[in-house]
């Protein structure tokens, strides 16, 4: 609706970039794409959770892109993933490969989710266990500094940020 629009920096082509609760940290641009079958979590984020290569369990098959290329992932692990009130363990499968986003959460998990993303309008809603509808809003200058990455280097733009630890109450 027009309500949904008033946060929204319009016109805009921006991809659903959110902020979500991933283990003990607030994980940072992360891809809500529906085209994916499977939930992708980019090494330097793995690293950056504390995690160690020994928590990965191992992957028997590789991941085809778009591109048609395969790109074997180092492994896969299990996390929690928080979203407003609704923890999902999600599979990730981690690969080994530059990335302007740090996790991308695909079909699976949207589905496990029961939502609707809306990119036109940065939002995701889904039913929480008392079926009343929850959202999750985008990050349009998350989303557009994940695009001015593609276009230049990481380090120049100086705006990389993977996880942050949440402070206890």
């Given at each position: 609706?027009?309500?949904?629009?008033?946060?929204?920096?319009?016109?805009?082509?921006?991809?659903?970039?959110?902020?979500?609760?991933?283990?003990?940290?607030?994980?940072?641009?992360?891809?809500?794409?529906?085209?994916?079958?499977?939930?992708?979590?980019?090494?330097?984020?793995?690293?950056?959770?504390?995690?160690?290569?020994k928590d990965l369990a191992p992957v028997v098959s590789p991941l085809i892109g778009f591109n048609s290329m395969p790109e074997?992932?180092?492994?896969k692990i299990i996390l929690p993933v928080r979203t407003g009130s609704i923890t999902k363990q999600v599979e990730f499968w981690v690969l080994k490969v530059p990335s302007t986003y740090n996790i991308i959460?695909?079909?699976?998990?949207?589905?496990?989710?029961?939502?609707?993303?809306?990119?036109?309008?940065q939002?995701?809603?889904?039913?929480?266990?008392?079926?009343?509808i929850e959202e999750a809003f985008g990050d349009q200058i998350m989303s557009k500094q994940g695009f001015v990455t593609i276009n230049g280097s990481r380090a120049a733009k100086g705006f990389v940020q993977m996880v942050e630890k949440r402070e206890s109450n």
């Open positions: 609706s027009d309500k949904d629009l008033e946060r929204i920096y319009c016109p805009h082509n921006d991809a659903l970039v959110v902020t979500l609760r991933i283990k003990d940290y607030d994980g940072k641009r992360i891809l809500i794409d529906q085209g994916s079958s499977c939930e992708i979590m980019y090494y330097e984020t793995f690293k950056q959770l504390k995690l160690k290569d074997w992932p180092v492994g959460l695909g079909r699976t998990w949207l589905h496990a989710m029961r939502s609707v993303r809306l990119t036109y309008h939002v995701m809603r889904f039913p929480n266990e008392a079926r009343v």
